[in-house]
């Protein structure tokens, strides 16, 4: 029998492999994560993510600049303050760390996105994403400390916040808080679909951000549930955000594509420190082609519907693009 149609016609090369892709993926849609901590002149790796260092502020523009050359046009930060309490106040400080990072990058490289995370994690001594009041953390009043940290971001220059700590209504409490001070262009981008996940333990040790007691549970999303997921995304942009994001990515790729059927704004996915461990793990020991996978990762994330993907593989793979 002759076969006239043969999918491999359009396979048989590398240039035709190029032509017929049906998902791109670009430089510019990448966004580094960057740990920023207090010192001068420290590059410190960090062993929970192999080839991911923490800067101190006089290094991380240097860091970014060098990302610029490579096409990576935007970065979120994350804080590792020199002190931490019971209320998380360094988060919150114009002279606190991620202020100072904001400032050195747009010094440096102006174009620069700048993304700072917004949360109490970091910066609280209990570890705990909000104040501790009786043995959980209290929604309400750690709103307005949510807002004062944006606030205090958006003064030093930065494009995005990005608020973590799932607090209910901490997207609105943020954007009241941004527009009372005079910053109703800066954008937020809602950690909106944020899973309880076991994904994040080299995030945690990276940013000294386990918690001392209990989990968070209480507040961060079960793995179980999608269709909630759909509804905390629903409420974040009703309430002002402009970008909504799912993370981690790789274990919730069904979670990206009902959002992306479902809402007209753009999506960010997150592809967390586990996710980048697993597979540098795996190459270390020789199991995979560390970049190759890599690369078929965050195809899988940009097939899905992610508009944009936070990666810690972001310099690897702007290289290979």
């Not at 998380?88 to 747009?106: H, L, Q």
């Not at 917004?118 to 807002?147: A, F, K, Q």
């Not at 930065?158 to 808080?177: F, H, L």
Request: glycine share 10%.
């Amino acid at each position: 029998m002759e076969i006239k149609s043969r999918s491999r016609r359009l396979r048989g090369s590398e240039g035709l492999r190029s032509l017929m892709s049906e998902t791109k993926l670009s430089a510019g849609e990448l966004v580094a994560p960057i740990f920023v901590r207090y010192g001068k002149g420290i590059v410190e790796p960090i062993a929970s993510m192999p080839g991911i260092n923490r800067y101190s502020a006089d290094k991380v523009g240097d860091y970014v600049s060098a990302l610029a050359e490579i096409g990576i046009k935007s970065v979120l930060l994350f804080g590792i303050p020199r002190h931490k309490d019971r209320l998380g106040t360094a988060a919150y400080s114009d002279e606190g760390i991620i202020p100072k990072a904001v400032s050195a990058i747009k010094d440096a490289v102006p174009s620069t996105v700048v993304m700072a995370d917004v949360c109490l994690c970091e910066y609280t001594d209990h570890g705990h994403c909000g104040v501790i009041r009786g043995t959980g953390v209290d929604n309400d009043m750690t709103l307005p400390l949510l807002s004062k940290a944006a606030v205090a971001y958006a003064r030093a220059g930065a494009d995005v916040v990005a608020p973590s700590a799932m607090m209910d209504g901490q997207v609105a409490a943020i954007r009241g808080g941004l527009d009372a001070a005079g910053y109703k262009d800066t954008v937020i981008m809602g950690y909106s679909a944020k899973y309880a996940s076991e994904f994040y333990g080299p995030f945690r040790s990276a940013a000294g951000s386990t918690p001392q007691f209990g989990n968070r549970k209480a507040y961060q999303m079960d793995p179980a549930n999608a269709r909630e997921a759909m509804k905390e995304i629903e409420l974040d942009i009703k309430e002002g955000a402009d970008i909504v994001m799912i993370k981690p990515a790789l274990a919730y790729l069904d979670v990206i594509s009902e959002a992306r059927r479902r809402f007209n704004v753009p999506i960010a996915a997150y592809n967390v420190s586990g996710e980048y461990a697993m597979l540098k793990s795996a190459a270390a020991n020789g199991w995979i082609d560390g970049d190759k996978a890599a690369l078929e990762v965050l195809l899988s994330i940009k097939r899905a519907g992610a508009d944009l993907i936070i990666t810690y593989h972001a310099e690897t793979i702007a290289r290979q693009l």
